[in-house]
């Protein structure tokens, strides 16, 4: 597979606006492995390789158990995770799949009992910039297993 598009070269522009995005995601108080549990659930539905390779290795860099992303996929029969995780992952595939029934009541309802408002928002954000991401990246054919992830010290650094 060839990359069709290099946004950094050709469409600067696209690539600061959804930089933008990911810096008030990283500051908006939601927790970081939440933020990456979501936006890997959310690749995984819409099949982009480059952003599963990504978001699986961000995860595992800030130590997440592997058990948990191999259960992913099947996350509602498995007991790795949380009320909180279980209603943001429900969340994130109804707003990833909104053409197939919008976001139903029940589903909400239980992310309002797990989230405020304004983390409601924060996480419908979250999922509507990984499914910009995963649509920029399938477009552009991002080839996979490039990423490395950004370790503490090199954030720290501003690197």
């Known amino acids: ?58 995860l595992r860099s800030i130590g997440e158990e592997e058990q948990r992303l191999y259960g992913l996929d099947a996350w509602e029969e498995s007991p790795y995770y949380t009320d909180r995780e279980r209603a943001a992952l429900a969340w994130t595939e109804a707003v990833t799949r909104i053409s197939e ?11 309002a009992k797990q989230f405020t408002e ?10 509507a910039t990984i499914n910009a991401w995963n649509r920029l990246s399938i477009a552009a054919r991002t080839v996979p297993g490039t990423y490395q992830p950004v370790t503490a010290r090199e954030l720290k650094k501003g690197v």
């Open 1 to 58: 597979m060839e990359q069709r598009i290099d946004y950094l070269k050709a469409g600067s522009g696209v690539y600061k606006a959804m930089l933008g995005l990911e810096k008030y995601l990283h500051e908006c108080g939601l927790e970081e492995p939440l933020i990456h549990l979501i936006k890997l659930r959310a690749s995984q539905i819409n099949g982009c390789a480059y952003c599963i390779d990504m978001h699986w290795k961000d």
């Open 118 to 127: 304004k983390e409601l928002a924060d996480l419908t954000l979250a999922i």
């Open 101 to 111: 029934g919008h976001v139903p009541d029940e589903v909400y309802q239980e992310a």
